[in-house]
């Protein structure tokens, strides 16, 4: 049967809807009520709880997010375990959202990957019949090794994995990014995600009729680049340059928050 409910796609490839990511951050950074200084700053900064006297008031929130558009999905690895698979689209797409938001990326994309190809570190690399591949998930892709592609995909993986790894995991990843074709992509993108069954079970303990579903889920580890604002807002007590310490606040304590700075 088919997937009741799937990750939201655009075009195949994952979204993340700007909404909902300010929804989770507003949910998981909220202060205690006691707090009254860090529940206006709080407040100014994702907008007011909605009640009737927020919504006549019309104060927006300083802080503004836009979509997550995908950067690298984590596949099977027959070598390695775990690897992640990011396209020459993929990455000229980033290059663009980091260049309106003034953040400087490595300039080749890597844009002349065929189709069976895909740039990879030797710690995804078997060696079959003479051949140097990579096995990602049911796909055998032929490894495109010369100075020019190794030296385009180190630059990659040194810029994403100091962005959205803490020190600790950077030597992880940057063993285990490749470049793969926007072709060989489609299909991981189709079968590498996490679909599971969920019931819902009546008092007696039965399943209830027609509760049973399938969700899709995404890997924690896959990678969204989003970009992030802050805006003068006349009716709040906090300023804009109070969003980049409470994002520093937030880092310190453990949220995990990959975004440019």
Known sequence: GGVDLPVFRQHDIPL???SGIKGALRWATEPP???A?????????????FDRDAAQSGQASIMGFGDGTLLALPVPSLKGLLAWATTPMLLARY?????????TTPTDPLDYVQPAECVASPQCIVNVADRSVVVAKDLDLSVKKDEKTDAALAAWQRHIAER???????GFFKERLMVVHETAMHYLLL???DVRPRIRRDVDGTVAAKMHWYEEYLCPHTLFALPWWTQRIAQAN??????GRWFARQKDSG???PMPP
């Open 16 to 18: 993340l809807p700007s």
């Open 33 to 35: 009520s006691d707090a």
């Open 37 to 49: 200084r860090a529940r206006r700053e709080w407040q100014d900064l994702f907008g007011p709880e």
């Open 95 to 103: 290059r663009l959202l980091a260049a309106d938001h003034g953040v």
């Open 164 to 170: 959205w790894f803490p020190p600790s995991f950077q």
């Open 191 to 193: 079968h590498c995600t």
């Open 238 to 243: 906090t300023s804009a340059s109070a969003a």
């Open 255 to 257: 949220l995990s928050l």
